[in-house]
């Protein structure tokens, strides 16, 4: 596509619900980012997936967070039994090669309620 | 450890003063340098990059960035602020993956 894609832009959940959150990069883009961005806060590295190498799960938070992505195309992040401290913007992005300028898309808009 | 450090969290300069903001890393090799900018409700946009050669860099809207290998900086730097340039700006390494300094948010007045 013309850009990275995420969805959806914005989700209300109650707090013990799951959510799945998704994203589109680049196509051709072999190496895709999550963060995590609070009011305020700078970006908060989540997961990073390279190829077929064993995504570099580092900065998940608990293991409540997993993520996957299918195809080397979509990637998908979950959330299980979501908390409050669970909000924030959750941002995706993708690089044509490792560790080179990434492009993100406009991020989902997560509050647990 | 390995990280990124951006010292200033607010930086107030007037329309038309020149601006730098810092940013330092910490890593074991020279590894690539990004600055991103992110405009309130907008999302995050390259400014420039470096990878090698010419440590001067220049990038859109006005901007250039140093690499000083041996103080192990990539500073940003705009000779005359636009009102439109107050948002958030973020430095980032790509080594491992792309990591991101907490950010500096930049405002701007008359």
């Known amino acids: 596509g013309a850009g990275v894609s995420q969805s959806p832009s914005n989700k209300v959940t109650e707090k013990g619900k799951d959510v799945e959150l998704r994203c589109d990069p680049i196509s051709g883009h072999t190496a895709l980012y999550w963060y995590r961005q609070s009011l305020g806060q700078g970006l908060e590295f989540l997961i990073y997936f390279q190829g077929n190498s064993a995504p570099d799960k580092s900065g998940l938070p608990s293991d409540r967070f997993s993520a996957e992505r299918t195809g080397g195309s979509v990637s998908t992040l979950t959330i299980q039994r979501t908390q409050q401290e669970d909000s924030a913007v959750y941002l995706c992005?993708?690089?044509?090669?490792?560790?080179?300028?990434?492009?993100f898309g406009q991020g989902t808009r997560l509050t647990v309620v | 450890a390995q990280s990124v450090t951006q010292p200033d969290i607010h930086i107030t300069v007037s329309e038309g003063a020149s601006l730098e903001l810092r940013c330092n890393y910490s890593?074991?090799?020279?590894?690539?340098l990004f600055w991103y900018v992110q405009s309130p409700g907008q999302g995050l946009q390259l400014l420039l990059k470096y990878f090698s050669g010419d440590t001067l860099v220049q990038g859109i809207k006005g901007f250039e960035a140093e690499f000083k290998r041996s103080q192990s900086s990539f500073n940003l730097r705009k000779p005359s602020v636009h009102w439109s340039d107050a948002a958030e700006y973020f430095c980032a390494v790509g080594y491992d993956a792309l990591n991101f300094g907490k950010g500096t948010s930049l405002l701007v007045t008359p």
């Open positions: 992005a993708s690089s044509l090669f490792p560790n080179t300028e990434a492009f």
């Open positions: 890593y074991g090799a020279t590894p690539y």
